[in-house]
């Protein structure tokens, strides 16, 4: 994947976050409007902590992809 591409993805995965777990897990984070890798990799914590088994699944998939474009 392209640069261009792999932060589509991690906007897409960032939101998806928010929209499934942002009430449980994310309630005292801001989504930004522009999500960067790094603010990606700032909210898996928390959906390792406070999400559920797919929680934690999405995080790790922010954290591979979010690594994987650095």
Not at 16 to 45: C, D, K, M, S
Request: proline share 6%; hydrophobic share 40%; charged share 25%.
């Amino acid at each position: 994947m392209d640069n261009q591409a792999d932060m589509q993805k991690i906007e897409q995965l960032y939101r998806q976050a928010f929209a499934e777990y942002g009430p449980v897990a994310l309630w005292n984070l801001r989504p930004v409007e522009h999500p960067t890798p790094g603010a990606a990799l700032a909210i898996t914590q928390a959906l390792r902590t406070y999400g559920s088994m797919d929680g934690r699944r999405l995080a790790e998939r922010i954290e591979q992809l979010c690594r994987a474009s650095s």
